[in-house]
């Protein structure tokens, strides 16, 4: 039998006084099955050699959603646009993460926060807020779910076009943080009409990762959703 390729998920990290936590829902698991892989959570290991031996042993990874990256990671203050950054443990976690499969190829699929933590890693910066900064704005988040939804113009010179043979996908939308300033590692294959970037890939095209804003696990039935999965599965695929 063929080994299915193992997929390596960053989980929300949280600490309560009754209980520290780690959280994934279960959309990104399932989504990862389906597209033909074995999902496998990261914790948040506290020995950076021990988290580097466990990512070896992976085959692709998924930086997913989640909280508010703080702002110090681009050199800003948090308050009062990001009052609430996520929990600095998921943070260090997440940029070790990061540097060590940009720096081997790891093929990598960044969703929302995970598309936000790629461009600042690499030496980019954020939207706090998108009704405060931006103006003429689409809503790009209702409540706190995907009721949002919007039009994500694509490069035709784009892997996302090759994928989704499209130059005009509709997408869900729920984030209130944006990229503002794209590394030069990067170029910006995805926008909406009010200028708010939705996807970035590597100049590099030696490079395997595709990040996108929206959620592609919550897509699962279409082009923008399941088609990004299968491309990581047959990306890690030895």
């Known amino acids: 039998m063929k080994s299915k390729p193992l997929i390596g998920l960053t989980p929300s990290y949280y600490d309560h006084k009754e209980m520290d936590r780690s959280i994934l829902g279960k959309s990104y698991t399932d989504s990862i099955q389906l597209a033909g892989g074995l999902p496998v959570l990261i914790p948040p290991i506290i020995n950076k050699d ?16 989640g909280d508010d ?3 110090k990671y681009y050199e800003e203050d948090s308050e009062p646009l990001t009052p609430k950054p996520f929990h600095p443990r ?7 993460i990061f540097e060590y499969v940009w720096k081997h190829k790891v093929p ?19 939207y706090q807020d998108i009704p405060a900064q931006v ?11 995907f009721e949002a939804r919007h039009a994500v113009n694509l490069d035709q010179d784009s892997l996302l076009y090759q994928l989704t043979k499209n130059n005009i996908v509709e997408t869900n939308s729920a984030h209130h ?10 170029k910006i294959v995805g926008q909406t009409n009010d200028g708010i970037i939705e996807a970035l890939e590597p100049k590099d095209s030696s490079i395997p990762l595709l990040a996108v804003q929206w959620h592609p696990e919550s897509e699962i039935n279409d082009l923008v959703g399941i088609e990004l999965f ?4 047959h990306r890690s695929e030895h």
């Open 230 to 233: 299968r491309w990581l599965i």
């Open 69 to 71: 990256l703080d702002p």
């Open 108 to 126: 990598t699929l960044a969703i929302c926060l995970g598309m936000q933590e790629v461009n600042v890693f690499l030496g980019g910066s954020l």
């Open 90 to 96: 998921r943070g260090e976690h997440d940029q070790q």
């Open 177 to 186: 943080q944006a990229v503002r300033l794209v590394p030069d590692q990067l």
């Open 135 to 145: 103006e003429n704005h689409l809503v790009h988040k209702i409540g706190e779910w």
């Open 50 to 65: 021990d988290l580097a031996q466990l990512i070896q042993r992976l085959d692709g990874i998924v930086l997913t959603g």
